[in-house]
């Protein structure tokens, strides 16, 4: 499934989601709905915006990914395991965002791999911008990176669905 169709998905998944199904957390330690949604479009949006200063680099970076990143792309996405990040602010999503929102932020974020799809890959390849857990990523696989993300966080949803009874 491509990144346009599977984002289609998720819209279409949210289209049927109430206003508060989507803001019950349905047990301590878990997102949302709307904050995987949230984390969703945000992390999308700095992946895409590492494609783009791939594309601005001037010069080349001949370090390269870590084992972790290497691993990550030798598998093609990743492992399907939560990922628990720190307990801090900036890896907490807003929790009130209204599906308008999400729906413009999933848009944009559907523009902007459109607008990426056809040049990625002319994108000089030793243009690259740091991942903190991945190493020096290139346009390419910042762009697949986007993905892989959405395509990670399939399991988190349909467990939020269960626990929300949906």
Same mark, same amino acid.
């Given at each position: 499934?491509? *990144?346009?169709?599977?984002? *289609?998905?998720?819209?279409? @998944? ?9 803001? &019950?957390? #349905? ?18 949006? !700095?992946?895409? $915006? @590492? ?12 370090? =390269? ?9 030798? &598998? =093609? ?15 907490? #999503?807003? @929790?009130? !965002?209204?599906?308008? $929102?999400?729906?413009?932020?999933? *848009? ?9 799809? !056809?040049?990625? $890959?002319?994108?000089? #390849?030793?243009?690259?911008?740091? +991942? ?5 990523? @290139?346009? &390419? ?9 959405? &395509? +990670? ?11 929300? =009874?949906?």
């Amino acid at each position: 499934m491509s *990144d346009l169709k599977l984002i *289609d998905a998720y819209k279409s @998944n949210l289209q049927a989601y109430s206003l508060e199904q989507l803001r &019950r957390i #349905p047990e301590r330690g878990t997102w949302s709905l709307g904050q995987m949604y949230s984390h969703l479009i945000l992390v999308a949006l !700095e992946y895409l $915006d @590492n494609v783009e200063a791939c594309a601005e680099a001037v010069s080349e970076q001949p370090l =390269g990914k870590t084992t972790a990143g290497e691993n990550l792309y030798a &598998r =093609g996405g990743f492992l399907p395991i939560k990922i628990k990040l720190p307990d801090l602010p900036e890896n907490t #999503p807003s @929790n009130s !965002e209204e599906k308008e $929102d999400l729906f413009a932020g999933l *848009d944009l974020v559907q523009k902007r791999i459109r607008e990426w799809e !056809e040049k990625v $890959d002319l994108v000089n #390849p030793n243009h690259k911008a740091l +991942h903190e857990g991945f190493g020096w990523l @290139n346009a &390419r696989e910042w762009y697949d990176l986007v993905d892989m993300h959405f &395509r +990670h966080h399939l399991n988190q949803k349909q467990e939020l669905e269960q626990k929300l =009874g949906l």
